[in-house]
């Protein structure tokens, strides 16, 4: 399973951004996909996820804020992040369980200003 995530950037606080991830090859193979993020300092933590079925689970500091969502045509998750803060900025990976087993994507950058 190969994952490759886009749509980083910089923003203003109070913004939006919204992320993509792609997926490709075993990607029958998947159960659940999902967002962590990492900031400067600190341990990956989890965002977002969603199951195959669609169920989705979200940490409770982006309740209210962020949505994930799939395309299953495109083999492609999103993150729409709304009402973005300063505390949000990190790098964002985007990834998928098989069987298990863990697949990262390569990370994106999200910077909320001061």
């Known amino acids: 399973v190969q994952l490759q995530a886009s749509g980083g950037g910089l923003v203003q606080p109070g913004g939006s951004l919204r992320l993509s991830c792609a997926a490709s090859?075993?990607?029958?193979?998947?159960?659940?996909r999902g967002w962590y993020r990492q900031a400067p300092g600190k341990q990956r933590e989890l965002v977002a996820v969603?199951?195959?079925?669609?169920?989705?689970n979200y940490a409770d500091f982006v309740k209210g804020r962020f949505t994930i969502s799939r395309d299953n045509a495109k083999n492609t998750v999103y993150l729409q992040m709304n009402t973005l803060k300063p505390e949000d900025t990190a790098v964002y990976y985007c990834?998928?369980?098989?069987?298990?087993?863990?697949?990262w994507g390569q990370g994106t950058l999200v910077t909320v200003l001061q």
């Open positions: 990834n998928a369980n098989s069987a298990g087993w863990p697949y």
């Open positions: 969603i199951t195959r079925g669609g169920t989705t």
């Open positions: 090859g075993r990607i029958f193979s998947i159960d659940a």
